[in-house]
């Protein structure tokens, strides 16, 4: 490699004109990153403790060589690096070399020989060859420390890892954020590759990328379904674990952050990345803008808890080169070690003030830059975490909450990680919302192992976990300091998720399959909650037995209070074969097959079917909670509890097993419809008696045992009688005119 040898430049700063939105000169503390002038960049980058950061442009020397010009920035000031690099333009890979103590038990592990990407980065580009060069400490030929203190590492790293790019992020489209409201969202989860990979219609040149995701046929597919917000796995440029690398895999799902502001460049068409890191941002931006005008919301999974650099000896990249105590949970006491509650060897730590400065400014950059209209936070409780405790009311979850453009978008919590105390499912913020795993929990229980439990001679849990979740999870979200807490749709209600069993496996397997990733099946949940209906496995059609159970899991989504979130490939069960955690398969066991057999296609429809109900009456969507009192002058109750004799149920019968069934009559509240739903929990067909209500007749609107939604015609009178199937749901609906 050659080199231009370092010079020192002072900074420039454009004060004689005025600045475009996207060029003005930000070298200074608050402002990090990038920013292109038409003469050349401002550059400012955080080293608080080094003694030299160098700025290093790459360029390629015909033989495919690497040259490097560097040039010495100004500072420190306030911990920040500071310069204006004349002559440089979008296209241009670059990085840095930090100067200073190599200290690793002090937690200090400066290295100029490695080559950082920009934590602020908007553009990566490379190959990553993980070797020895890779890591800042010596390491043998199985990347493993060499036996004692650590000693510095000086074999290069630039040839061997991804660079950061100086991107154009100019875009002539419109960018913004949709706005549906709450009561109207339906929560839909994609990869960006699984969704299309086989998509029927997409183009084969735009299978597994932004593009095809926004091409009409996935569009299309999406609108039919009744889909008004995409919340994809990560898009962030990502790199693969070094264990997941040993065995000749790929971090499929994404979970691995290298760059926190730059798009992950191999979901992006091959055109896109035969141009650059400016075309991949531009095929980004153009997929928010084709979803935004199909009235669809884009929602990015986001990573702020950890990052790629793994454990305490991982390889250096980027965050770990500019300074350990910058950004990392450094072991009480014992700065050379890391505090880890993600599982992934090192923790973002919160309490710090780079560290929230640059979540907020990426998240900042995606909703305003690209258009995004909300984001879910991977183990959002390590981003709330002060030491070993969590705090609901965190600086950083107050800051994002608060800020102009933040508080407007979709905030989104999985509200757990691995820590002390790590499950804090309701306890995030307003107007924050959270996955709500007691939802997923209680409605597998109720309809798939308390099922196998009573089959096998034994006593079921009882109903008051279901009706809790039905009525929108209360428990957890009606507190708070503002009457009412955050509300219903603050539970983001699921059955299933990217990382579990899909619906299809729920109803097929006893235990997980995960053979394929190489890890004797110990990885993944034990706790699936699933049954398998008497057969581990598929069966060729899928069992009537098992297609009741998985219309009965999706009803449940669909009628409860809350936010429903479907995973994408549900609506046709798609299978996994088993594998509930097929994070590093990226082929056709994650892809979703698109062939559709003809329960698939019932299945499909009867999904839509119910959405389309969901959409058309609000009776399904209430925006507060119940009371079991009459509202608006209302002669009904919001709420009526009502045993299967059709009398309003005794407080005792909650507590009982023998009793899975009841009937949950809803007032439309002279708005809307009034709706019955009834549920027969047990594993015998059981009589019905409908109650009295307005005193109006109720229609069928829908039945779990029939495949297929099929123009229902029956009506039945208050104090008539039905015999409902077993484990089953019935839905009428009744005009309050």
């Known amino acids: 490699m050659t080199q231009i040898l370092t010079h020192r430049i002072e900074p420039k700063r454009y004060t004689a004109r005025a600045p475009e939105p996207t060029a003005q000169s930000r070298t200074h503390a608050s402002q990090l990153g990038v920013f292109v002038h038409p003469d050349g960049i401002d550059v400012a980058v955080t080293a608080a403790l080094a003694s030299q950061v160098e700025?290093?442009?790459?360029?390629?020397?015909?033989?495919?060589s690497l040259r490097e010009r560097r040039y010495a920035l100004n500072g420190p000031q306030l911990g920040v690096w500071t310069g204006f690099i004349p002559g440089i333009r979008p296209g241009q890979r670059y990085g840095f070399r930090v100067h200073g103590r190599w200290d690793p038990a002090a937690g200090m592990r400066h290295n100029p020989a490695k080559l950082l990407l920009d934590p602020y980065g908007r553009g990566v580009a490379g190959e990553y060859d993980l070797g020895p060069a890779c890591y800042s400490h010596e390491v043998d030929d199985e990347l493993q420390p060499v036996p004692g203190p650590r000693k510095i590492n000086e074999l290069d790293s630039a040839p061997y890892?991804?660079?950061?790019?100086?991107?154009?992020?100019?875009?002539?489209?419109?960018?913004?954020?949709?706005?549906?409201?709450?009561?109207?969202?339906?929560?839909?989860?994609?990869?960006?590759r699984g969704l299309t990979m086989n998509m029927p219609g997409v183009p084969m040149h735009l299978r597994g990328t932004y593009a095809g995701l926004a091409h009409p046929a996935t569009i299309a597919h999406l609108q039919r379904l009744g889909i008004t917000a995409i919340e994809l796995l990560p898009i962030h440029a990502k790199l693969p674990e070094p264990f997941l690398v040993d065995k000749g895999l790929d971090n499929y799902w994404g979970y691995n952050t290298v760059g926190f502001f730059a798009p992950e460049p191999s979901y992006a068409t091959k055109s896109a990345q035969a141009q650059g890191p400016s075309a991949v941002l531009r095929e980004v931006k153009g997929m928010v803008s084709l979803l935004h005008e199909a009235g669809i919301e884009v929602i990015l999974d986001v990573v702020y808890n950890h990052t790629c650099e793994a454990g305490i000896d991982g390889p250096t990249l980027s965050w770990r080169g500019f300074g350990e105590s910058t950004y990392y949970m450094q072991a009480p006491g014992n700065p050379g070690d890391f505090e880890d509650v993600t599982g992934c060897g090192n923790t973002l730590d919160f309490r710090l003030r780079r560290v929230i400065q640059m979540s907020l400014d990426s998240l900042r950059y995606w909703a305003q830059e690209v258009g995004v209209d909300g984001f879910r936070f991977d183990?959002?409780?390590?981003?709330?975490?002060?030491?070993?405790?969590?705090?609901?009311?965190?600086?950083?979850?107050?800051?994002?909450?608060?800020d102009p453009v933040l508080r407007t978008r979709k905030l989104i919590t999985e509200p757990w990680d691995l820590g002390h105390n790590g499950w804090r499912t309701g306890q995030f913020p307003s107007p924050m919302a959270d996955w709500n795993d007691r939802f997923r929990n209680a409605i597998r229980s109720f309809w798939l192992t308390d099922q196998r439990t009573m089959l096998n001679g034994h006593r079921p849990g009882d109903s008051r976990e279901m009706v809790t979740r039905l009525s929108g999870s209360a428990d957890l979200f009606s507190r708070g300091r503002v009457p009412g807490g955050r509300g219903t749709f603050a539970s983001i209600n699921f059955v299933t998720a990217h990382d579990g069993f899909t619906l299809h496996d729920l109803v097929t397997y006893d235990h997980k399959h995960n053979e394929a990733n190489r890890e004797d099946n110990r990885d993944g949940t034990n706790d699936n909650r699933s049954w398998n209906h008497g057969t581990e496995g598929p069966d060729t059609l899928l069992s009537k037995e098992r297609q009741k159970s998985m219309r009965n899991l999706m009803a449940t989504l669909l009628f409860s209070a809350g936010t429903p979130m479907l995973t994408a490939?549900?609506?046709?069960?798609?299978?996994?074969?088993?594998?509930?955690?097929?994070?590093?398969?990226?082929?056709s066991l994650s892809w979703i097959d698109w062939r559709l057999t003809p329960w698939q296609e019932d299945f499909q429809a009867t999904v839509s079917y119910l959405l389309r109900l969901r959409r058309e009456h609000r009776v399904f969507r209430p925006t507060g909670f119940f009371t079991g009192t009459p509202r608006n002058g209302d002669p009904l109750p919001d709420v009526t509890w009502i045993d299967r004799d059709g009398e309003e149920m005794p407080a005792w019968k909650w507590f009982e097993p023998s009793s899975r069934t009841f009937q949950m009559l809803r007032s439309g509240l002279g708005r809307d419809v009034d709706a019955l739903i009834l549920i027969n929990g047990l594993n015998k067909d059981t009589e019905f008696t409908f109650p009295v209500g307005r005193g109006r007749p109720f229609d069928l609107a829908w039945d779990s045992t029939m495949p297929r939604p099929n123009g229902f015609r029956e009506r039945k009178l208050p104090g008539s009688s039905i015999v409902l199937e077993a484990q089953s749901i019935r839905l009428y609906l009744s005009n309050p005119a």
């Open 161 to 192: 890892v991804p660079h950061s790019v100086v991107v154009d992020d100019t875009y002539n489209g419109e960018v913004g954020p949709l706005h549906t409201p709450w009561d109207r969202t339906v929560i839909y989860e994609a990869h960006v």
């Open 55 to 64: 700025f290093c442009a790459i360029d390629f020397e015909p033989d495919g």
């Open 379 to 402: 183990l959002a409780v390590a981003l709330g975490r002060q030491g070993r405790e969590f705090n609901s009311h965190h600086p950083f979850f107050v800051a994002m909450t608060t």
């Open 569 to 587: 490939g549900d609506e046709i069960g798609r299978t996994q074969f088993g594998n509930n955690n097929p994070y590093c398969q990226d082929n």
